[in-house]
């Protein structure tokens, strides 16, 4: 496994946590990072991503305002925090790191050549 996603758990609406992906065996500093997300009985979906250098984002727009990614290249780590939560923010989020662009790694349930595995969020109302 060379991608770990951590830091999910419950928490009541209007919450908050932050997600931690770790990359081991390998460096990822030079790839674009992202998250993605399942929620039961749907299809995976993009939620951010952040290019190798970090000054380009891009963001789902149900999270747009609420959700930040980060990365910390000398710590092969990236992160997200979540702010604001919602009950349909409830899923499995994943990790994934991409040599390619943003835009390649965003299309359907996402492109990628390695993914992480997920950590369950559950936000309740």
């Known amino acids: 496994v060379q991608l770990q996603a951590s830091g999910g758990g419950s928490v009541q609406a209007g919450g908050s946590l932050r997600l931690s992906c770790a990359a081991s065996s390998r460096t990822f500093s030079n790839y674009v990072r992202g998250w993605f997300r399942q929620a039961p009985g749907k299809e995976r979906e993009f939620v951010a991503a952040i290019s190798w250098s970090g000054p380009s984002t891009d963001y789902a727009d149900s999270v747009k305002g609420r959700f930040t990614i980060s990365r910390d290249n000398a710590k092969n780590m990236v992160y997200l925090q979540m702010n604001s939560l919602k009950p349909e923010d409830t899923a499995v989020y994943y990790c994934?790191?991409?040599?390619?662009?943003?835009?390649?790694?965003?299309?359907?349930?996402?492109?990628?050549?390695?993914w992480g595995k997920g950590t369950l969020v559950t936000v309740s109302s």
């Open positions: 994934a790191a991409t040599m390619g662009l943003i835009a390649t790694m965003k299309r359907g349930g996402g492109t990628a050549e390695y």
